[in-house]
């Protein structure tokens, strides 16, 4: 089955910063890899996502990148603010139906003003 | 306005008290799940649903069962809950996760079993 692990648990940086999470996953069908944000008290809501058909992707301060060969795939975040300060969590499905869904166990990041 | 919701939000209840937590959809989405959080450990699968009469087991299903008679529904129930059932739960949709789909998460409900 799939086996997700995000590093680290903690990160923080200095407000203007960047701040990268990584993910590693285990299953080698697994082709579609969203991050997931959830500010306190709040449920998780999808802020950017990556199929396998791609290395990269961009919206704005947040980019993903993906590594199929190594499994691995990073959460970028530029110039950070204040209110990018929350929990994240990547996810990726298990097994070759896509059905089920193993998320990392998140990275609280604190964005120091 | 589209949306996951669930009920209750907050719950206090006892050991063995059988309890469902409700869980609604209006977006004709196929695909439905429930997760726990825990600290430390972040989202775990219950359940999940690929439409309806069609379930199946998550990673952590012992205590839980559920059931999917319409579309827009997916209740949790616990039968005898346990103090470790003690959690926050989340329920979501997607249109069809076989398609590598956004899942959307409803508030999700805090459970405290004592």
């Known amino acids: 089955g799939e086996n997700v692990e995000q590093h680290p648990s903690t990160l923080s940086v200095q407000e203007g910063d960047s701040a990268v999470i990584k993910c590693t996953y285990s299953d080698s069908a697994s082709n579609y890899f969203p991050w997931y944000k959830q500010e306190l008290g709040k449920r998780p809501q999808l802020i950017i996502d990556i199929r396998s058909n791609v290395g990269e992707k961009k919206d704005q301060r947040i980019a993903v990148t993906l590594n199929k060969t190594a499994k691995h795939f990073s959460l970028h975040i530029t110039e950070t603010q204040p209110e990018d300060s929350a929990v994240y969590f990547c996810a990726a499905p298990k097994g070759g139906g896509y059905q089920k869904v193993t998320f990392g166990t998140g990275t609280k990041l604190q964005v120091i003003p | 306005e589209a949306q996951v919701t669930q009920n209750p939000r907050y719950l206090i209840t006892v050991t063995g008290k059988k309890l469902t937590v409700t869980c609604s959809q209006n977006m004709n989405h196929e695909y439905m799940s429930w997760y726990r959080q825990d600290p430390g450990l972040g989202l775990r699968q219950i359940y999940y649903s690929m439409n309806v009469e069609v379930t199946d087991k998550g990673d952590v299903p012992e205590g839980y069962k559920v059931s999917r008679k319409e579309k827009r529904n997916f209740p949790l129930i616990l039968e005898s809950p346990s103090p470790n059932q003690t959690s926050l739960y989340f329920c979501?949709?997607?249109?069809?996760?076989?398609?590598?789909?956004?899942?959307?998460f409803g508030p999700g409900t805090r459970l405290l079993v004592l």
């Open positions: 979501a949709s997607s249109l069809s996760l076989g398609t590598q789909e956004t899942q959307y």
